[in-house]
């Protein structure tokens, strides 16, 4: 057996993973997790056979500005940080890739889908988190009424960026 974490679409990966099997994932931590298909924009399919089109639109101000939407600590958006953001997608297919993934996030079926989980879940957000709102982590929460769920009050989206220590106390 196995814990999973995931973050943002890795959390909706995470929590599909144990749906399908709980016996091998018997706890889930999600941190943010996109499990709301009205947070996808139907373009985006459209636009993975292009993604690599786009690459060149991914530059190190944007990838900044992108940061700068889910890391609530400025301070901490170093130009080391930005690199290695940017780094897997430097090659088109990992752009691609990762557009593609999205399929998951707008799939219609989520959260709904989730309501027969038997693994334990623990969600996390930040509740300065601009991507996932409040709203869609309490749907997730009423599909899912045994599941945990830990708030940080100053946490973006990318809660484990802005807060890793408490982040891992959450997980121990």
Do not use: C
Request: charged letters at 25%; glycine letters at 6%; a neutral charge.
């Amino acid at each position: 057996s196995a814990h999973l974490v995931g973050s943002s679409m890795g959390g909706a990966i995470s929590l599909w993973m144990a749906r399908l099997a709980p016996t091998t994932f018997e706890r889930v931590a999600v941190l943010a997790p996109a499990t709301d298909a009205s947070l996808v924009s139907p373009l985006v399919h459209k636009l993975a056979p292009i993604a690599p089109l786009f690459r060149a639109t991914l530059t190190r101000p944007a990838m900044k500005r992108i940061l700068g939407s889910v890391i609530t600590r400025k301070e901490l958006i170093t130009e080391e940080v930005v690199d290695r953001y940017l780094e897997p997608f430097l090659e088109g297919a990992s752009f691609r890739t990762f557009i593609a993934a999205t399929s998951l996030l707008s799939d219609r079926r989520l959260p709904g889908a989730l309501a027969d989980m038997k693994s334990k879940v623990l969600v996390i957000w930040g509740n300065r988190d601009q991507s996932v709102p409040r709203r869609s982590i309490d749907r997730l929460m009423t599909i899912l009424p045994h599941a945990e769920l830990m708030i940080h009050e100053d946490g973006g989206h990318h809660i484990m960026e802005d807060e890793p220590a408490w982040i891992a106390r959450q997980l121990e």
